[in-house]
């Protein structure tokens, strides 16, 4: 036992354990054993031997001791000789929550969060944003009601989880051969995620199976298609069945969804609601270079990877240094002959010690076999991801140096970043100058480093930051006129982020498209609906990719929305509700005037974030807290009902 004291994080496992036992006198004697001083993820040396005794005893419970082995023998990792089950944790109330979060966090949790909190880190175990009618209230209709979702991602088993508690008939069309979204799309070495694993999960279904701090691409994927299967998703996933069309019925108030088979046979259904959750990074964007369908050899875009080529001693051209390039470009340069990195933006990169990190054996028991610790490692996590860093991407006006920084938190960030890069690069002025971002730190999507920098100095790796001017066959050739000859050649350039629910032909009223209303500045009300759309309903739509924090807590905002709103349409009998345009385009006044204070507005910063005039249409600009508040239930005065049978829209009063 004392083994898995001294590996736990020790702020994550007191709050567990006085969680588990409703003993809030070891908390006391926690506090005062532990430093002030000490960070949550301090190992357990920050507990003095009394405490972790004490530990070890309320763990030992009926689980052996760590098992040594032969003498000169590796000491075998701490098994239990049974699994410890324990009872269901003691009530919390928001005095103990707030205490809990505290000591956790190591600072002040104020009460505006202990609401999120609960419902975030499913504290009572009951699954707060769970819909369903109680007995004896289901109105008659909702047997009636048929939901179409457009993808089985994260976003769409979300949905069909949601649905499926509320007992509402629904259909998932997936594109793919399997469930998964974007975790099965892309598959290329080495791809994780860049959020801790225990944040990055639904909140009523904790995954006690990670195996890294950051889940690699196949455990995320696993966990999807578990959760479709816990919850009884699969058999309403309609797979390689793309959607191609969906166009709505003014005189009934219901969509008609055209879907296609790889054989091109067409299929025609008609659904009450639709909701979108396609994603936005989904379609791939290839780079515009001249003579790229040229190339001789074989060429791919790095999210429709080829196994079938091995690089072994091969020429490997990466075109891009983004997300994907710095994932997967450690992972080919050792097997690669040589490889060439064609830099078209610079970024900045950030340590994490825990990027590549395994959980220990501690760690990955606690979380299998005592949930409060789960629990509260998704708490922490939360909190160090979330709102506490959003200062850092708000704009100070007074700041001296806006060329450079945006903030003193902000400037402090960037002097980290740039001694971080040199040291990594060994100090080589010529490397450091060349990579080095000229914007300021959070302009742009953070890399975690993945041996990035070190792979930039291996003597089988080149950096060409010289534009391509054009692709040959078997030739990269650059503006310079430097010809770069390769074998392989990976695009790894990206998506068309902001062709939302592209290419796809959505029609509402009036025969008005979607496309062409969007066309390169899309918006939405909360992301979700648009004015003219009746009924349609989009997760992770433009301006709600989250900048803190995670995409599955917007995600599950977004699905509680959309929930309470088709139990609204449902209870008060209307045939579809439809945004109404003033609050959209209020709602889209507020986004764009809170993104003039953020860093990704600088005039410096260029990214898949902003249109073609600069407009950002992807990230929202919001705290956690915010969204959620905004999300906890639709204002029907934002709202044109139109009831059953009644053809002209109508205003909610």
Same mark, same amino acid.
């Not at 020790?10 to 000490?38: I, K, M």
């Not at 949601?162 to 594109?175: C, H, M, T």
């Not at 091109?264 to 990074?281: T, Y």
């Not at 998704?378 to 506490?388: C, I």
């Given at each position: 036992?004392?083994?898995?004291?001294?590996?736990?994080?020790?702020?994550?496992?007191?709050?567990?354990?006085?969680?588990?036992?409703?003993?809030?006198?070891?908390?006391?004697?926690?506090?005062?054993?532990?430093?002030?001083?000490?960070?949550?993820?301090?190992?357990?040396?920050?507990?003095?031997?009394?405490?972790?005794?004490?530990?070890?005893?309320?763990?030992?419970?009926?689980?052996?001791?760590?098992?040594? =082995?032969?003498?000169?023998?590796?000491?075998?990792?701490?098994?239990?000789?049974?699994?410890?089950?324990?009872?269901?944790?003691?009530?919390?109330?928001?005095?103990?929550?707030? @205490?809990?979060?505290?000591?956790?966090?190591?600072?002040?949790?104020?009460?505006?969060?202990?609401?999120?909190? @609960?419902?975030?880190?499913?504290?009572?175990?009951?699954?707060?944003?769970?819909?369903? %009618?109680?007995?004896?209230?289901?109105?008659?209709?909702?047997?009636?009601?048929?939901?179409?979702?457009?993808?089985?991602?994260?976003?769409?088993?979300?949905?069909?989880?949601?649905?499926?508690?509320?007992?509402?008939?629904?259909?998932?069309?997936?594109?793919?051969?399997?469930?998964?979204?974007?975790?099965?799309?892309?598959?290329?070495?080495?791809?994780?995620?860049?959020?801790?694993?225990?944040?990055?999960?639904?909140? #009523?279904?904790?995954?006690?199976?990670?195996?890294?701090?950051?889940?690699?691409?196949?455990?995320?994927?696993?966990?999807?298609?578990?959760?479709?299967?816990?919850?009884? !998703?699969?058999?309403?996933?309609?797979?390689?069945?793309?959607?191609?069309?969906?166009?709505?019925?003014?005189?009934?108030?219901? &969509?008609? *969804?055209?879907?296609?088979?790889?054989? /091109?046979? @067409?299929?025609?259904?008609?659904?009450?609601?639709?909701?979108?959750?396609?994603?936005?990074?989904?379609?791939?964007?290839?780079?515009?270079?001249?003579?790229?369908?040229?190339?001789?050899?074989?060429? #791919?875009? +790095?999210?429709?990877?080829?196994?079938?080529?091995?690089?072994?001693?091969?020429?490997?051209?990466?075109?891009?240094?983004?997300?994907?390039?710095?994932?997967?470009?450690?992972?080919?340069?050792?097997?690669?002959?040589?490889?060439?990195?064609?830099?078209?933006?610079?970024?900045?990169?950030?340590?994490?010690?825990?990027?590549?990190?395994?959980?220990?054996?501690?760690? @990955?028991?606690?979380?299998?076999?005592?949930?409060?610790?789960?629990? &509260?490692?998704?708490?922490?996590?939360? %909190?160090?991801?979330?709102?506490?860093?959003?200062?850092? #991407?708000?704009?100070?006006?007074?700041?001296?140096?806006?060329?450079?920084?945006?903030? $003193?938190?902000?400037?402090?960030?960037?002097?980290?970043?740039?001694?971080?890069? =040199?040291?990594?690069? =060994?100090?080589?002025?010529?490397?450091?100058?060349?990579?080095?971002?000229?914007?300021?730190?959070?302009?742009?999507?953070?890399?975690?480093?993945?041996?990035?920098?070190?792979?930039?100095?291996?003597?089988?790796?080149?950096?060409?930051?010289?534009?391509?001017?054009?692709?040959?066959? /078997? *030739?990269?050739?650059?503006? +310079?006129?430097?010809? !770069?000859?390769?074998?392989?050649?990976?695009?790894?350039?990206?998506?068309?982020?902001?062709?939302?629910?592209?290419?796809?032909?959505?029609?509402?009223?009036?025969?008005?498209?979607?496309?062409?209303? %969007?066309?390169?500045?899309?918006?939405?009300?909360?992301?979700?609906? !648009?004015? =003219?759309?009746?009924?349609?309903?989009?997760?992770?739509?433009?301006?709600?990719?989250?900048?803190?924090?995670?995409?599955?807590?917007?995600?599950?905002?977004?699905?509680?929305?959309?929930?309470?709103?088709?139990?609204?349409?449902?209870?008060?009998?209307?045939?579809?509700?439809?945004?109404?345009?003033?609050?959209?385009?209020?709602?889209?006044?507020?986004?764009?005037?809170?993104?003039?204070?953020?860093?990704?507005?600088?005039?410096?910063?260029?990214?898949?974030?902003?249109?073609?005039?600069?407009?950002?249409?992807?990230?929202?600009? %919001?705290?956690?807290?915010?969204?959620?508040?905004?999300?906890?239930?639709?204002?029907?005065?934002?709202?044109?009902?139109? $009831?059953?049978?009644?053809?002209?829209?109508?205003?909610?009063?």
């Amino acid at each position: 036992m004392p083994d898995l004291v001294d590996d736990a994080e020790p702020r994550v496992l007191v709050a567990a354990l006085v969680h588990q036992t409703g003993d809030f006198d070891l908390l006391e004697r926690a506090e005062r054993a532990v430093s002030a001083r000490s960070v949550p993820t301090e190992a357990a040396a920050v507990l003095d031997p009394a405490l972790r005794s004490e530990l070890a005893d309320l763990l030992r419970l009926t689980a052996a001791g760590p098992a040594d =082995g032969p003498p000169g023998k590796p000491r075998q990792p701490w098994q239990p000789r049974q699994p410890w089950q324990p009872g269901p944790p003691a009530p919390v109330d928001d005095h103990q929550l707030a @205490r809990l979060a505290t000591w956790c966090a190591g600072e002040t949790v104020t009460p505006e969060y202990w609401p999120l909190i @609960r419902e975030e880190i499913d504290i009572d175990r009951n699954d707060a944003r769970r819909f369903e %009618w109680t007995a004896g209230e289901r109105p008659a209709r909702a047997d009636h009601i048929r939901i179409a979702v457009i993808g089985a991602g994260l976003g769409g088993v979300l949905a069909g989880v949601r649905l499926g508690q509320a007992g509402l008939d629904y259909v998932i069309f997936e594109k793919n051969t399997a469930i998964g979204g974007t975790w099965y799309e892309n598959d290329y070495p080495d791809l994780r995620v860049d959020v801790p694993s225990h944040f990055y999960s639904y909140s #009523f279904a904790p995954n006690p199976e990670w195996s890294d701090h950051y889940a690699r691409r196949h455990e995320i994927h696993a966990y999807v298609e578990r959760c479709a299967d816990t919850y009884g !998703v699969r058999p309403h996933v309609r797979l390689i069945t793309e959607v191609v069309s969906a166009l709505f019925d003014e005189g009934s108030g219901r &969509w008609t *969804v055209t879907t296609s088979q790889p054989d /091109g046979r @067409r299929e025609e259904q008609r659904f009450d609601a639709v909701i979108s959750a396609v994603g936005m990074l989904n379609r791939p964007q290839l780079p515009d270079l001249a003579g790229l369908d040229t190339f001789a050899g074989p060429s #791919f875009h +790095s999210s429709r990877w080829d196994h079938s080529i091995d690089l072994t001693g091969r020429r490997v051209g990466v075109i891009g240094t983004g997300a994907s390039a710095v994932q997967l470009v450690p992972a080919v340069a050792p097997v690669a002959g040589h490889l060439t990195v064609f830099q078209r933006a610079r970024h900045w990169v950030a340590p994490n010690p825990l990027y590549l990190a395994p959980l220990n054996d501690a760690d @990955r028991w606690l979380h299998a076999n005592l949930p409060t610790y789960a629990t &509260w490692t998704r708490f922490l996590r939360f %909190w160090q991801n979330g709102d506490r860093i959003y200062p850092a #991407f708000r704009v100070d006006p007074d700041w001296p140096d806006p060329d450079r920084s945006i903030s $003193a938190a902000n400037d402090k960030f960037r002097r980290r970043l740039t001694a971080y890069l =040199g040291d990594q690069l =060994g100090g080589d002025q010529a490397l450091i100058d060349r990579v080095l971002p000229d914007y300021p730190p959070l302009g742009k999507r953070i890399l975690q480093d993945n041996r990035w920098f070190q792979t930039l100095r291996r003597d089988n790796v080149t950096l060409v930051d010289d534009p391509i001017d054009r692709v040959e066959p /078997g *030739v990269v050739l650059t503006r +310079s006129g430097e010809r !770069v000859e390769l074998d392989v050649l990976v695009l790894a350039t990206g998506f068309h982020a902001n062709r939302y629910l592209w290419p796809m032909e959505i029609t509402g009223r009036h025969g008005g498209r979607l496309d062409e209303l %969007w066309g390169d500045d899309p918006r939405a009300h909360l992301g979700i609906t !648009v004015p =003219g759309f009746p009924n349609l309903f989009c997760i992770y739509g433009p301006n709600t990719n989250p900048v803190v924090g995670s995409v599955v807590m917007v995600l599950e905002c977004q699905v509680g929305y959309v929930m309470a709103s088709l139990r609204a349409l449902i209870e008060g009998g209307w045939a579809s509700m439809e945004c109404r345009q003033d609050a959209h385009d209020e709602y889209n006044r507020r986004i764009d005037a809170e993104h003039e204070a953020m860093v990704w507005r600088h005039p410096r910063v260029h990214s898949y974030y902003n249109n073609a005039a600069g407009r950002v249409t992807t990230n929202a600009p %919001w705290k956690l807290i915010d969204y959620w508040r905004m999300t906890s239930a639709p204002d029907l005065d934002e709202f044109h009902l139109v $009831a059953v049978d009644d053809p002209a829209p109508a205003s909610s009063d």
